[in-house]
Every structure is written in C-alpha cells, then in structure tokens.
C-alpha cells in the first residue's frame, strides 16, 4: 500500500451520502439498513415460495399414500401426475430457496460493508486520544468479529425464521381441513415445549447468562495477558504466578459453567424429549389409532399427520436458534454502536486560520477520568525560535500536557492556543500542517521507508528524503535493505525501536512544521545522533517553536526556558542557568539526574552555560 492508497483508502472511509454524519449511532445503523428493506423483502419472499413449494413432495407422499391405499385399482396416470407435481415442487424449491440465500448473503455483504465503512470514517474522527485508552485487541474486535456476527442475522436467519414459520402454518392449515380433533392432539409435543420456554427467560437463568459470559470473556482475556506478557513474566521467573492466574480464571469458569449446565440441562433436556420425532409419533399413533378404531377417521388420513406433524415442531428450535443469533448480534451491534457514539472531535464550521504560531495555554485542566485532574490550570506560552523543554517526575503530567497541542485531547478547562486561534476552530488540517510530533511509541505504516517518511509531504522527492534521512542517521541503514528506499516495512525488513524512531525524526524533518513537540523521542539512540538530531529538530535562527519533555540533561541544558511540572501544576520555570541558581525544586531535580548519569558514565553532563550551541 502506497500513501496514495491511503489517502484512497481515507476518501473511501467517508460514510455514504444518505447517512448524517451527525446522526445517532441507532439512526445511522437504522439509514444503513434502509435503503436494503426492498431486498429483504424479495430474499423473504423468495424464501415463502421456496419453502411452500417444498410441502409439494410431502403432500405428494401423502396423496400417493392414499392412492394406493384406496379400495379399487390403483389410478397410475394419477399417481404419476402427483410424482410429477412432487418433483416441481422440489425443483421450485431449489431455485428459489438458493436465489433467497444468494440475495441474502449479498444484502448481508452490503451490510457489513456499510458498517466497515462507518467504523472507519467514525475512527477517522474520534480524538486521537481515545485510542490510547482501547486496547488495539478490542478495535480489531469491533471491526471485525462485531461486524462479522452480524452474518447469520442478516444472511440466515430472515430465511429460516420465514421457513420455520410459513411451513407449518400451512401444514396446520392442511391438517385441521383434514380432521380437527388429530390436529390439537398434534400439537400437544408443541404445546408442552412453549411451557418450557418461559423457563429460559427466568431472571435467575439472565443471571447465570450474564455470568457465564462474563467468566468466558475473564478466561479469555487472561490467556491473551498471559501470551502477550509471557516473555516479561518468564524473564522475571513469574510464569509460575501467572499461570496460576489464568488457572484460577479457569477454575471460575467450570464452576459458573456447572452452575450454568445444572440450571439449564433439566429445561433442555425435557424440551429435547417434547420436540424428539419419536414422542411426536407416539402421540400421533396414539391419538390417530384411537379415533380410527373408533371410526372417527380414515386409516388413510393417520399418513399427513404422520408426515407433516414432525414439521410442526420446527418453529421452537427455529426460535431457539433464531433467538441465539439475534442475542449475539444485538450485543455485537451494541458494541458496534459504542464506538460510533464516541463523540467526535468538533471540527470547526468556518476554521479560523492562526496568525503566527506562538502557542499559548491559558488555565489548561484537563482529566482523563470526570474526577481526576491530570493537568491542574496550566499557563503556559512557548514563543517562536525558542526551545521548552519540560521536566518533571514520572506520572506529573508532562505527555498529557505535550498531547493537548496536536489535539489529541480537548482540555475539559481553558483553551490552547495557536497563533492567537483556539485549536478547536483551528481546521484539522491546518493543525496538522503546523503541529508535527515525534513521540517515543512510534508507529510505521506497512508502506515503503520513503513513503513513511514523507507521510505529511507525499510529494516530497527523493533527495529530500535522502538528504533527511542522512540529518536522521537512517540513509545507510536504508541503503543495505533489499530494496532501499522501496523496502516495506514489515514485509522486506523489520526494524528495530531505534531504527524506527531515526524514521519518525526524518519524517518530521521532512515535515518541517513551525510548532514541533518532541517527547524526548531519542531514547535508542546513540549520543552522536542524538546530537546531529536534536540539533536539526531544535536549530536556532529558525523560528520553529519546540515543546519538548527531557529526559537528557543536555536538552535540559540547551532549552531556552524549563518548565518543571509536578502533580498536574506548573511549580518552577525560567532558563535552566537561573533556575540552578535558584537552588529551588528543578536544581534539586537536576542534582539527582546528575548523579544518576555520573553513576553511569563518569564525565558527567555539561552544566547549563558551559557549551554554545
Ligand atoms: N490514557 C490514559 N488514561 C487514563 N489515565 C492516564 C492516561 N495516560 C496517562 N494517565 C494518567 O495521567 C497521569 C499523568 O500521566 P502522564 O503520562 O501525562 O505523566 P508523565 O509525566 O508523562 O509520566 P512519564 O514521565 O512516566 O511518562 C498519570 O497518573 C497517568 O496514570
């Protein structure tokens, strides 16, 4: 896949015209679903005819029947006309029946199209923030299981729903034209089985449901942690605790599920017995014998109730079926809509366009959750052509505060500001043009190493990529893959973490956007690039405006102001040469940084002032 193709595949995301983008999910499923009712309708249809004409070689069976049974000499041109009949119907019912499954699975295919399509413009939307509290495991999920179960619903079930119903309606209808009195004796397997029914619906039987999923998805997702953690947990000689974990979610789960199987077996078990073709037999034999000997009924008419009365019970294992699918696909649909009920980062009617690009944050709050502020008021103005680089302990705030600028969050408080304009009338696309970040997870496409790099500038030409991929330290590396530069990244080659983030840096060179934010994204690599790096990111007499978190005492050391966050707030900021002086929380923080590195490498780090940039 090449950028072209992505931006292709962007375009192609776009929900289709009918649907309002900012419609409820329900509605939007509802406007997806629409335009096919026409269709449903004909897969119905087809499927009423199919399945009627399908009685043909059974009622064949039962005309015969009482052909050859009849007193007198058989009528052969009779009893073959009804073969004849039998056999049309069986074709007729061929046909229809597998153009109504055909019409079914392509209506179906539209369906799931339709909602693939949704998701993906809905992702397009969502803040970029929002991923990061989803696991990727559960969005693949989404789009693919979810949409996926929604198959046996729409593909199968109208079909079988209308099979399970029309013919033993019309098989009741047939029967009670014959004798009335056999017909009720008939329905006594059904009649028992519908007692059964309310059984499954008692609330203590939800319940267990619920539980039973609930310990399904705990197994579940304590053998995905366990898989995914493996190499850690045995590293650190914990597979022993881990395994344990996992062992212990699945002695819940036999419990629930005993639990479960008691509750059910006993419904299910008599329900089986009701509906099993041997008690329909012996009822109607009993009940069928019992008139005959009386002279109440034909021997011949005991045939159809023979025949057709096994069909009468179709419509409760119908049910039971069709009740499965419909509960999983309305859950999957639950969660389908989940996602496309995530609110939408609002883009702006008339985008203002910024002025400059001076970025300010005026008493920035911002929490994750309702009731915990992760960013507690928050001023803060990083002037063009200057480095900030911020500070802090671990957990203080500082990538949620360097996440706000290219709007992976709104703040729930204040505004950030570019060039005077509040990011949230800000275009997106202007956003993204002006703000360029390089963070520490860095994610590639699986497109080729040019085209990673020129993602923001898929125009770009060689040369360029080339000569910021000589700035990145990543042009020799490039040049010993199997196609250079044409290498696909995760096909032709894989990279290392370090590897991977000289790309990043070279596709933000090469992005050369005026605001860049940085989370110190140098951390695998070695001090020489980090340098020729930094120095190309940072390069003074541009006007570039730079917010970087530190974690390198020589960024600290090189930043025009440091800015020391802790708990959420701003406590210290200034150049770092006054703040030492000072002597206040950063200096304190500086010293036990320095002797951290010193315990390391015995030089030391360069103290603020010492070297010219
Ligand atoms: N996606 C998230 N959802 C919920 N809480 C989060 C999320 N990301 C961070 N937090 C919480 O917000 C607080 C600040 O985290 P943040 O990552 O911004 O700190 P930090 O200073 O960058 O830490 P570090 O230096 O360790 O990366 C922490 O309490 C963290 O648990």
Not at 441 to 470: C, G, M, Y
Request: hydrophobic letters at 50%.
């Amino acid at each position: 896949m090449n950028v072209t193709d992505l931006v292709d595949a962007r375009e192609q995301a776009t929900p289709p015209p009918e649907v309002d983008s900012a419609a409820t999910s329900g509605a939007r499923v509802g406007s997806l679903l629409r335009p096919f009712a026409g269709k449903f309708a004909v897969v119905v249809a087809l499927q009423v005819i199919g399945a009627l004409a399908g009685l043909a070689p059974l009622l064949a069976v039962v005309e015969i029947g009482r052909g050859l049974l009849a007193s007198g000499p058989v009528d052969r041109d009779h009893i073959w006309t009804v073969v004849i009949i039998g056999a049309v119907g069986l074709l007729v019912r061929l046909v229809f029946t597998s153009a109504s499954f055909g019409l079914g699975h392509y209506v179906d295919g539209a369906v799931q199209l339709g909602f693939r399509r949704m998701l993906a413009a809905q992702l397009g939307r969502v803040p970029i923030g929002w991923f990061s509290r989803r696991r990727s495991g559960e969005l693949a999920k989404v789009v693919g299981d979810d949409v996926s179960a929604v198959h046996p619903f729409i593909a199968h079930a109208p079909g079988e729903l209308v099979a399970a119903f029309v013919v033993p309606l019309a098989s009741l209808i047939y029967l009670l034209s014959i004798d009335w009195r056999l017909t009720l004796i008939t329905l006594i397997p059904v009649l028992l089985a519908m007692l059964m029914v309310p059984f499954f619906m008692l609330p203590a039987r939800t319940q267990e449901q619920k539980d039973f999923d609930a310990a399904m998805g705990r197994i579940a997702s304590s053998v995905v942690e366990f898989v995914q953690g493996i190499s850690v947990v045995k590293a650190f000689g914990g597979a022993e605790r881990a395994h344990q974990k996992f062992l212990r979610a699945a002695d819940d789960f036999v419990d629930i599920f005993s639990k479960w199987v008691r509750g059910m077996s006993v419904v299910a078990a008599a329900m089986q017995l009701w509906l099993s073709p041997p008690f329909v037999l012996l009822v109607v034999l009993i009940g069928g014998t019992s008139l005959i000997t009386g002279g109440d009924l034909p021997a011949a008419d005991l045939l159809p109730f023979l025949l057709l009365g096994l069909g009468l019970t179709a419509p409760i294992a119908a049910l039971g079926h069709g009740f499965d699918d419909m509960q999983t696909a309305g859950r999957a649909v639950g969660r389908i809509k989940e996602v496309l009920d995530v609110e939408p980062l609002p883009e702006p009617e008339n985008p203002v366009v910024a002025r400059g690009h001076r970025v300010e944050l005026r008493d920035v709050r911002f929490g994750y959750e309702d009731d915990q502020e992760v960013l507690r008021g928050i001023d803060l103005t990083l002037e063009p052509g200057t480095v900030t680089a911020l500070v802090g302990p671990s957990g203080s705030g500082k990538s949620t505060l360097v996440q706000l600028l290219p709007r992976f969050f709104d703040p729930t408080h204040g505004c950030v500001m570019l060039g005077g304009v509040d990011l949230r009338e800000l275009g997106s696309r202007e956003l993204y043009g002006t703000v360029s970040f390089v963070f520490q997870d860095v994610r590639l496409l699986r497109a080729s190493v040019a085209e990673n790099i020129a993602l923001a500038v898929p125009k770009a030409d060689h040369d360029d990529i080339v000569r910021v991929a000589r700035l990145a330290n990543i042009h020799d590396r490039t040049l010993e893959l199997p196609r250079g530069y044409d290498s696909i990244i995760g096909e032709d080659v894989k990279l290392s973490g370090g590897e991977a983030q000289r790309i990043s840096i070279a596709r933000a060179l090469l992005a050369d956007a005026p605001v860049l934010v940085l989370d110190e994204a140098t951390a695998f690599i070695d001090p020489q690039t980090e340098h020729a790096v930094r120095q190309a990111l940072t390069a003074r007499g541009t006007d570039r405006t730079v917010l970087v978190i530190a974690h390198r005492l020589e960024t600290i050391a090189h930043a025009d102001t440091v800015v020391m966050l802790e708990d959420g707030a701003i406590v210290e900021r200034g150049s770092p040469e006054d703040l030492l002086a000072r002597g206040g929380k950063f200096a304190a923080f500086w010293q036990a940084q320095q002797s951290a590195v010193a315990q390391v490498e015995p030089s030391g780090a360069a103290v603020p002032g010492e070297e010219t940039r």
